[in-house]
């Protein structure tokens, strides 16, 4: 692939009072006509663009006091990415840790992504245009303090936000004061891995302490001047239409200021939260239900062979209808994000303008959907990105800001709203339910001769922001679902694996990893039966069946790895027993072992070793954190989590009996062991999300005999 | 109506219409202090966790005339950036926070640990901080509550008066 340069004609500045505003396009486009290739990219997590327009994008402000602010298009959820950044653009702009900070870059900055925040693609993306751009805007400083001093450019030496100039020294905002022509040089080269003195190091995170002194900092704590509060009326039971509504009751209460009936919805807006909470059940609505499902109907219709299917690899012959296959099946239920932050929003319409303050994964989105609603430009829709209180994928919808903007236009004045719990859980869009068929041909030494995975999803990424709708028309598959569905064991010989792709009655969207954690579970569980019916060491059973090229070796390396650094055996010892798996997500190999006992008929998991290849990781400290921070949520899906759907209604509706993994489930011990099999930063967020269902449920086998098929994995 | 309380050592008096609203929604939205969080508005997740008279207590279901004459710390009040609480030196040390928002009822609830019993057993840790972490960060939780327990002198953790 050609360098992808950030060119000398895509830089415009923009000075101000005391800040120098370098703007830059970005224009890299995801072009791919391919549709097979198309769906590697995207199980590989290949970065696939920079923003998208040609419109100028604020990237960086030099302020008066000599600090620099990154205006970051990609949104901080927790994992890290703001920091991550910030080393980035720190160690090729010549600034110390103490001089950086990284805002979210507002829509009316230009600094958008256009499609949304998530795939694990934020730091891999941004890797090469952020240092270029960093390291432009330090050269641009040094032409600069060249014509001010008449020092000669190629005898200066930048540190700390200081060019030196032999006996004297200048500051970026010394230098920046006044400059109105800027002279922008070609990106010039970047500094070698070695010279880094941020990249690749434990930096504590940007956002530490804002976090831990409990700043005003996420979407439900925005507020703005002579703020209401609005409250919408949504149904309980699934497919639920509105008909009519009787209001009187909340038009009454103390403290409502308007109640309003659109098409779609019903909303109330009152002086506080709680009143407009308690306007809200007073109001009567009518729904149309017209079936009332069961979390029966929707596991049948999930069933592998219902929706359409479309073939994702075909390697060699079909011995699908020959004698002496192995199978199994396995599922994954219906599961629900559970971020702590509700969804929410303040929003404030001034005649054709609106402004938005929110957690949103999809800036670009939430601004073209509230545009439209309003029949407004998009140009006059500022969206103010604020941290997440959790992302997962839950914020790629936000349809909350468009009703917030609806009712604000009502009544005049800024309207804050946002979900009760109950309405997270049954209206969240969730994590769909699965099913996967597995056969396989053993040869009689034990190899594996043919392999054939069928699985089967609701909508993860149909309609979603991050991937055109027109895709799937021209893919004819659900590229969200397939993540985790390819087989990654290069040396089977004859292999099929085909998706399924079924439309429920309720929306299903990205969950961390989409389909992940689902088919992980189904493959490495499989796996690991066939090393058991060939006789084989689980570990050396998947070793003999990757292939040896580059993305088979980085497999086999945290394979080995994991092995080693567990000191894993395939027998139970003393009452405990080593479970093995491993998976290759958005091009990062990834492979766990987990400890599990079972005490008074419960799975616990005593010790998780994980080993993982994200090439680079430009903060070690945070891609450790994200592998612990996975594992223990893919161990929460893996033993506890699910959503049922009983005569109508989605439930639970809280947390407790929304079963999650707490303090007293989690590993004790997570042992996290990097590899950098590449020269460049690859996916970090998702992929450790990968195995540990099966390392689980193949340690649960190796105590029990039994080998368990379906999540949340249940003792009999 | 009007409640009076000492809120983070400053005496408070507020005026609500309606008594029984959540405390947590006096805290934030009447006081605007927004670290105390929402999370479930029903004592089931712990984000609200503040501390009353020295007991953790989740303010989502909690109703604001209850707290008349009482104590409040919040996490606002627990400790600063110049001078942080044990609990909030070792979740700074430990690195803990991702999103961040269940943080601070993960350290409200800590430090109320920490003040009866100042040595928690992995056990102990277990069954008292029940809080709900969706980044799940407990693995590196874990090891700040017992760095704070470390770093609480030992007779800030056997007296009374919390925060001095």
């Known amino acids: 692939m050609a360098k992808k340069n950030i060119s000398r004609r895509k830089f415009l500045v923009r000075g101000g009072l005391g800040t120098a505003g370098v703007l830059a396009v970005g224009t890299y486009l995801f072009r791919n006509p391919l549709r097979r290739k198309i769906l590697e990219q995207v199980d590989s997590g290949e970065a696939r663009y920079l923003g998208g327009g040609m419109e100028p994008m604020l990237w960086f402000e030099i302020t008066k006091v000599n600090k620099v602010i990154l205006h970051s298009p990609k949104v901080e959820m927790g994992q890290g990415t703001f920091t991550g950044l910030a080393q980035m653009a720190a160690d090729e702009l010549e600034v110390g840790m103490n001089q950086i900070s990284v805002v979210h870059a507002a829509s009316m900055s230009g600094n958008m992504d256009k ?37 000669p450019v190629d005898e200066m030496t930048v540190a700390n936000g200081e060019v030196n100039l032999g006996r004297t020294t200048m500051t970026y905002a010394e230098i920046a004061e006044n400059v109105t022509d800027w002279e922008v040089p070609d990106a010039p080269g970047l500094k070698s891995l070695d010279a880094y003195k941020f990249v690749g190091k434990p930096i504590p995170r940007v956002d530490l302490n804002a976090k831990v002194f409990g700043e005003p900092i996420f979407g439900l704590d925005a507020q703005m001047p002579d703020m209401l509060y609005g409250a919408v009326v949504r149904p309980t039971k699934i497919g639920a239409k509105y008909v009519s509504a009787n209001t009187s009751k909340a038009d009454a209460m103390p403290g409502v200021v308007k109640v309003i009936l659109e098409d779609d919805f019903v909303g109330v807006i009152a002086d506080s939260f709680t009143a ?167 040869t009689d030494d034990g190899h594996i001769a043919y392999l054939q995975h069928d699985f089967s999803s609701g909508d993860v990424a149909i309609d979603a922001a991050m991937v055109p709708g027109f895709l799937h028309t021209v893919l004819g598959t659900d590229v969200g679902a397939i993540r985790g569905g390819f087989c990654h064991y290069g040396a089977i010989p004859n292999l099929r694996t085909v998706s399924w792709h079924v439309e429920l009655p309720f929306a299903t969207s990205w969950w961390r990893s989409l389909g992940l954690l689902a088919n992980t579970f189904a493959w490495e569980s499989f796996m690991d039966e066939l090393a058991v019916r060939a006789g084989k060491n689980p570990v050396a059973f998947r070793l003999a069946h990757i292939q040896d090229d580059e993305k088979g070796k980085r497999l086999k390396a945290v394979i080995q790895a994991a092995a080693d650094k567990a000191g894993y055996q395939d027998q139970a ?126 340690a649960v086998f190796r105590l029990t005999g039994n080998r368990l098929t379906d999540l949340p994995l249940t003792l009999v | 109506m009007k409640i009076s309380f000492v809120l983070n050592n400053e005496p408070t008096t507020v005026d609500i219409a309606d008594g029984t609203t959540p405390l947590l929604w006096v805290i934030r939205d009447t006081l605007n202090l927004k670290g105390t969080k929402f999370g479930c508005g029903k004592a089931a997740c ?86 709900v972490c969706r980044c799940a960060t407990y693995y590196r939780m874990r090891k700040a509550i017992h760095r704070a327990a470390e770093l609480t002198p030992e007779k800030e953790a056997t007296s009374d008066t919390q925060n001095s």
């Open chain 1, 115 to 151: 499609f949304a925040t998530g795939g694990s693609n934020s730091i891999s993306g941004l890797w090469q245009p952020l240092r270029e751009l960093a390291a432009t805007m330090r050269e641009m400083l040094k032409l600069e303090a060249g014509k001010k001093s008449g020092f």
């Open chain 1, 276 to 442: 407009a909470e308690r306007a809200k059940e007073a109001i009567e609505v009518t729904w149309e239900v017209s079936q009332s499902w069961q979390t029966s109907d929707i596991r049948e219709m999930t069933k592998v062979g219902k929706g359409d299917a479309f073939v994702l690899q075909k390697e060699g012959e079909d011995l699908s209808t020959e004698d002496g296959l192995i199978q199994m099946e396995f599922t994954s239920p219906l599961g629900a994000h559970a971020q702590l932050e509700p969804n929410g929003v303040v929003a404030a319409v001034d005649g054709d303008s609106v402004t938005l303050k929110l957690s949103t994964q999809v800036v670009a989105l939430t601004r073209k959907e509230v545009a439209k609603r309003l029949n407004i430009d998009e140009e006059n829709v500022n969206v103010i990105p604020t941290f997440l209180g959790g992302g997962f994928g839950r914020r790629l919808h936000t349809p909350h800001a468009v009703q917030a903007a609806v009712m604000s236009k009502a009544v005049g004045k800024p309207v804050k709203y946002f979900f009760s719990r109950k309405e997270e859980f049954q209206h969240d869009l969730f994590r769909p339910p699965t099913h996967h068929q597995l056969k396989a041909k053993l």
């Open chain 1, 573 to 698: 010892v003393n009452g405990r027993a080593m479970g093995f798996a491993a998976s290759t997500d958005a091009g990062t190999p990834c492979a766990q072992v987990a400890q599990v006992s079972i005490e008074s008929n419960e799975i616990i998991v005593h010790k998780v070793t994980c080993a993982m290849d994200p090439g680079i990781a430009v903060n070690p400290d945070q891609v450790r954190a994200q592998c612990e921070g996975a594992i223990t949520m893919g161990m929460s899906a893996t033993l506890y989590e699910k959503m049922d759907v009983v005569d109508g209604e989605l439930t639970p509706t809280i947390y407790g009996p929304y079963r999650m993994a707490l303090m007293k489930h989690a590993p004790k011990e997570i042992d996290v062991v990097l590899l950098q099999g590449m020269d460049k930063p690859g996916a970090v967020g998702e992929p450790p999300l990968g195995p540990i269902g099966a390392a689980i449920a193949n």
């Open chain 2, 46 to 131: 712990g984000a609200c966790t503040l501390h009353i008279d020295g007991v953790a207590i989740r303010s989502c279901s909690y109703p604001a005339s209850f707290v008349e004459g009482k104590t409040i710390v919040t996490i606002e009040g627990l400790g600063t950036a110049k001078n942080p609480h044990p609990v909030q030196q070792a979740w700074l040390e430990e690195i803990v926070p991702q999103c961040g928002y269940c943080q601070p009822g993960f350290m409200m609830a800590t430090a109320a640990l920490l003040h009866q019993n100042p040595k928690p057993t992995d056990e102990d840790i277990d069954q008292n901080i029940t809080n």
